[in-house]
């Protein structure tokens, strides 16, 4: 896996649990109750422990599209950005529009936060069904589009679960930036 240099932001991807990672955020892709879930959700909870999911319900959900960022607790990762990824019931219920603005509003949160580094995963891909190569192509650009109005964000990882989403974001990541 090749990492990319856009601006002064190093974005790549790599296949590992989610919840090992030490960044300043790691994306959930959560459900609009944001009260846990199985997939990527369960795992998150389980690593950060009971006070996350006690942060979670004073927050009072969250809408499709949209994200909240929480403590990481005992997790490495510093913050949790819990982002509602769409359910795939075949595009025309504005899925993709949602999927963007899932990463859109990741690296908002980011901004806003003062963090420099996040790992997102392959949102919406797992239980909601999206289609993995249309996600992948949508992570990335997205995310490409969203840095240069957050500029201390310096690294951006495409956190995957398998060897194949690995190499669908890679594949658009090469089509940005430089190698680095
Ligand atoms: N680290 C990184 N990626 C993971 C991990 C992990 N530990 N576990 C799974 N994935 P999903 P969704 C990948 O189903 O489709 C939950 O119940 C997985 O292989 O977790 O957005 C929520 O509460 C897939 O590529 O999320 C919601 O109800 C990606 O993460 C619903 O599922 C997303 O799969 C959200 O569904």
Request: proline fraction near 5%; aromatic fraction near 6%.
């Amino acid at each position: 896996m090749t990492a990319r240099r856009i601006g002064k932001a190093r974005l790549e991807v790599i296949v590992t649990d989610i919840t090992t990672l030490r960044v300043d955020a790691i994306v959930n892709a959560a459900n609009s109750s944001l009260l846990g879930g199985g997939g990527v959700d369960g795992a998150i909870h389980d690593a950060a422990g009971p006070e996350l999911l006690a942060e979670c319900r004073t927050l009072n959900g969250c809408e499709t599209g949209d994200a909240k960022i929480t403590k990481g607790y005992r997790l490495p990762a510093k913050h949790v950005i819990h982002a509602i990824g769409p359910i795939w019931y075949g595009g025309d219920r504005g899925e993709d529009a949602h999927l963007a603005s899932c990463y859109r509003r990741g690296i908002e949160l980011c901004r806003s936060n003062n963090l420099a580094s996040v790992a997102f995963p392959a949102i919406s891909t797992g239980v909601y069904r999206f289609p993995a190569d249309r996600a992948a192509k949508i992570a990335v650009k997205t995310v490409v589009d969203a840095l240069p109005a957050a500029p201390g964000v310096t690294q951006v990882i495409f956190c995957c679960f398998s060897p194949q989403s690995g190499e669908l974001h890679q594949e658009v990541l090469d089509s940005f930036g430089s190698p680095c």
